[in-house]
């Protein structure tokens, strides 16, 4: 499996600004932020992209929307904010270790672009 700056993160061998793990996942704030709040939700297996993940992943998957919606709510953002996965190079994906960004604290417009 690929190895990626967020295994890193994972192992605690770079530092991150932490704010939520247990044993599937780790929540951190993203380091180039795109809104006030900007967290990224990364599971602790490497799956390098959503259209990766095999029916074993199932799990996992539903953690991450789960514990997005639970942070949401702990950073009281609850009724606005904007969950992003990029799905390859040209959706935008630039570390392949599947992430969910949660976005929050400013207007979000759409279409996102
Ligand atoms: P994406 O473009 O969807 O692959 O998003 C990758 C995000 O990861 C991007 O918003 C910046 C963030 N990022 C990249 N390297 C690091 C890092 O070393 N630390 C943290 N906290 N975030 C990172």
């Excluded at 709510?73 to 992003?84: E, S």
């Amino acid at each position: 499996m690929s190895e990626t700056i967020f295994n890193k993160i994972i192992r605690k061998e770079i530092p991150a600004d932490i704010i939520y793990e247990d044993e599937l996942c780790l929540a951190f704030k993203d380091v180039n932020p795109q809104a006030p709040i900007h967290i990224l939700i990364i599971p602790k297996k490497s799956i390098p992209k959503v259209s990766d993940a095999v029916k074993d992943d199932h799990n996992v998957l539903g953690h991450l929307l789960l514990k997005a919606g639970e942070i949401a709510n702990t950073l009281g953002v609850k009724d606005a904010f904007r969950l992003v996965i990029n799905n390859g190079e040209d959706a935008g994906q630039t570390v392949f270790h599947l992430h969910i960004h949660l976005l929050a604290g400013r207007r979000l417009n759409w279409p996102p672009g």
